[in-house]
């Protein structure tokens, strides 16, 4: 079951598809047993029970399991060896290569069997998949700049202070001004990063309208409803796109995702050193990783190649 209620209930935008997984109200509240599991950022005992015990087997006396977190342990899960007589898990083991069930590579898969857009969310992103259809192409950008105002214990990164500047200039050595079958749609946590780039291109960006907020943290006197629209449609939008450019970000890494294609025409910007990189998919390497480190997540979905363009 998925129950998000906070700022808003999830199923206002995002709708059971092939599984329901709606939370049945008239039977939440009864004396079933349950289990709480809080593991935020860093969970010992959880990563410990997930990565080295029966907890499939364990679970199973719990009438409710509730889980929050925000760890990535699914690559954990399938190397978990006391947990391989499970139907569901010898499924994946029997078809996906170890080294890539992951959450970067099953996320796309996932999301589609639990969640469908509403017709609001079709609706806002309709004019520009009629674009699409009718010959353009969409080059998307996403611009994490950090420290929204409505989230002032959000981190800021200092390294991405001229990104969009970069960004432009990356634009313009390809000769996008010139495209006019190119749409150029832009998503950021920052209104003034994002003006730089409206301001360039005028006739041939796309933005979402909307108050640009953290849906986790949001301000007082804001419309909830709006900045849930906005966010649910800004995901769907960056998994449309024939080219990314993207900073480090887990909302955008997870929308490319989405992508028919996720590595074609994928770039990533380097603050460290004012880059922008393509992207490769690091699990074509001869060597791929065994696990994702959940600090360095982001870095595992975006593959940035260090050669240069």
Request: glycine letters at 2%; hydrophobic letters at 35%.
């Amino acid at each position: 079951m998925i129950d998000m209620t906070h700022p808003v209930d999830v199923k206002n935008y995002l709708l059971p598809n092939m599984y329901n997984w709606t939370l049945d109200n008239k039977t939440s509240n009864l004396n079933f047993t349950r289990k709480v599991i809080h593991a935020i950022d860093h969970e010992p005992n959880f990563e410990n029970e997930i990565r080295n015990t029966k907890f499939i087997e364990t679970w199973t006396q719990y009438d409710d399991i509730e889980i929050y977190t925000n760890i990535d342990l699914v690559s954990d899960i399938f190397r978990n060896p006391l947990i391989r007589n499970n139907t569901i898990i010898d499924m994946f083991l029997l078809s996906v290569p170890l080294e890539q069930l992951n959450l970067h590579s099953l996320f796309p898969f996932l999301f589609e069997i639990l969640f469908q857009p509403s017709t609001e969310v079709v609706n806002a992103i309709q004019s520009i998949l009629h674009d699409i259809e009718n010959g353009y192409t969409l080059t998307c950008i996403h611009l994490r700049m950090g420290q929204n105002p409505s989230n002032p214990l959000d981190a800021r990164f200092e390294d991405r202070a001229s990104a969009a500047e970069n960004i432009l200039d990356f634009l313009n050595r390809t000769n996008l001004r010139k495209m006019r079958n190119t749409r150029i749609f832009i998503a950021s946590d920052s209104e003034q990063a994002l003006s730089k780039i409206v301001r360039e291109f005028p006739n041939q960006t796309i933005t979402i309208p909307g108050p640009i907020i953290h849906v986790d943290r949001p301000a007082d006197g804001v419309h909830r409803l709006d900045v849930f629209l906005k966010v649910v449609t800004d995901f769907y939008v960056l998994g449309e796109c024939h080219m990314s450019i993207l900073t480090a970000s887990g909302f955008s890494a997870l929308a490319n995702r989405r992508r028919t294609e996720p590595y074609q025409n994928l770039f990533k910007y380097d603050g460290s050193n004012r880059r922008i990189e393509r992207c490769h998919d690091i699990y074509q390497d001869s060597q791929p990783p065994k696990t994702v480190i959940v600090g360095k997540y982001c870095r595992v979905v975006f593959n940035c190649s260090s050669r240069e363009m």
